[in-house]
Nanobody
Framework: QVQLVESGGGLVQAGGSLRLSCAAS????????VGWFRQALGKEREFVSA???????YYTDSVEGRFTISRDDAKNTVNLQMNSLKPEDTAVYYC?????????????????WGQGTQVTVSS
């Protein structure tokens, strides 16, 4: 069993930055693909970014070049550095973990989820 806890959310002005962290406990993180998803009010949960156990990174088009995902397996954490934030990035952000790296954009393929952290970007 893997427990995930997100942190780092908050309120920021457009153009600002935030760094989200996902800390894992209960199992070593190094063999999992870890993804970040977000869900805005009234919308479906959507894929943001993922990093495989090999360190391969993936991003949805809307955040490519602005967000950077990284992992520190020694600390059992995955971080999402978010720069040049826009009001449309406002959402609850969730980290999730899964074995394997296929279908990393699909929330249904992830086995473990955190409780989410709110990110609000004001215009």
């Amino acid at each position: 069993q893997v427990q995930l806890v997100e942190s780092g959310g908050g309120l920021v002005q457009a153009g600002g930055s935030l760094r989200l962290s996902c800390a894992a406990s209960g199992h070593t993180f190094s063999s999992y693909t870890v993804g970040w998803f977000r869900q805005a009010l009234g919308k479906e949960r959507e894929f943001v970014s993922a990093i495989s156990w090999r360190g391969n990174t993936y991003y949805t088009d809307s955040v490519e070049g602005r967000f950077t995902i990284s992992r520190d397996d020694a600390k059992n954490t995955v971080n999402l550095q978010m720069n040049s934030l826009k009001p449309e990035d406002t959402a609850v952000y969730y980290c999730a973990a899964k074995t394997g790296s296929s279908y990393y954009t699909s929330p249904g393929t992830y086995d473990y989820w955190g409780q989410g952290t709110q990110v609000t970007v004001s215009s």
